[in-house]
């Protein structure tokens, strides 16, 4: 950064650091304790896509690297486009499994950015639910800004946040998470898979 950033309040962008995503075990463990939410299991990462043949070659080397243990019982990983266009990767693991799911999700990030696609990367995300099964609640990181942010939508449908479930959730993760501090960009992600 030079000084006409810093007269006029440009700061630098913070890079994506994927490692942070092994912190999402150790806030598992806080929300359970807290507030009662369980991994679901289900995680997924979002991408845009990119025509081209090399894109096609480094996503079908991802889904190959997350369906390798499909012989052994695994759950293949699913793929699909959201309405605006969006692809995402859903990977599924048994819900007491969140080290394995989060060591996928760290393996698509990982494998996309090595191949130059990092500028594609979205966000991922990782699902929980509340004792009752009734509540959703997602755990967010934007790649483009190494921070996580809650995300829970309202149960019954429609596009309505539980918005002081979101900044309770943010209150009691600060120690576990780097997370967003910028409330704007704590984007919803309806109709996420793994939500």
Known sequence: MGILDTLFGRTKPVKPDLDQLFG????????????????????????????????DEVERQVRALLDADTERG????????????????????????????????????????????????????????????RRPLALVYLYKRGTFYPFAPLPGGGEKRDNPLELEVNAMLGNDLRLEKDLARWFPVWGAPGL
């Open 74 to 133: 695994g759950v293949p990983v699913e793929a699909s486009k959201d309405s605006y266009g969006y692809s995402w990767l859903l990977a599924r693991h048994e819900p007491g499994e969140l080290p394995e799911l989060v060591n996928d999700l760290h393996a698509v990030n990982s494998e996309l950015e090595a191949h130059g696609f990092g500028p594609q990367l979205l966000c991922s995300l990782v699902g929980f639910r509340d004792t009752d099964g």
């Open 24 to 55: 999402v075990p150790s806030a598992a463990l806080t929300l359970e304790a807290a507030a009662g939410f369980r991994p679901t299991g289900l995680g997924s990462v979002c991408f845009a896509s990119v025509e081209g043949g090399a894109f």
